[in-house]
């Protein structure tokens, strides 16, 4: 069983920075796809960054140039995340997938005002 815990959520002002992590818990055989989504209130999730098992990347528009995805071996994943705005006020779910399942963390809030 698969097991995703997020912290780093928070308050911040608008052109600040916060970076969040995600750690894994468990086994799996190849190193997963990891990645992040978030949620607005009344929205589906929708992908922010992702990062395959080779490393490729892959960010939503509106978020390219601002956060940075990374990864430290096959059980963490971050999301650096620069100049936000107050529109990346949302819900931030980490999200792994390997062996045809995919798993979700429980959601940081990230608040995006002054």
């Known amino acids: 069983q698969v097991q995703l815990v997020e912290s780093g959520g928070g308050l911040v002002q608008p052109g600040g920075s916060l970076r969040l992590s995600c750690a894994a818990s468990g086994s799996f055989f190849r190193i997963p796809i990891m990645g992040w989504y978030r949620q607005f209130p009344g929205k589906q999730r929708d992908m922010v960054a992702t990062?395959?098992?080779?490393?490729?990347t892959a960010y939503a528009d509106s978020v390219k140039g601002r956060f940075t995805i990374s990864r430290d071996g096959a059980k963490m994943v971050y999301l650096e995340m620069n100049n936000l705005k107050p529109e990346d006020t949302a819900v931030y779910y980490c999200?792994?997938?390997?062996?045809?399942?995919?798993?979700w963390g429980q959601g940081t809030q990230v608040i995006v005002s002054s």
């Open positions: 990062m395959g098992s080779g490393g490729n």
């Open positions: 999200q792994l997938w390997t062996g045809g399942v995919n798993y």
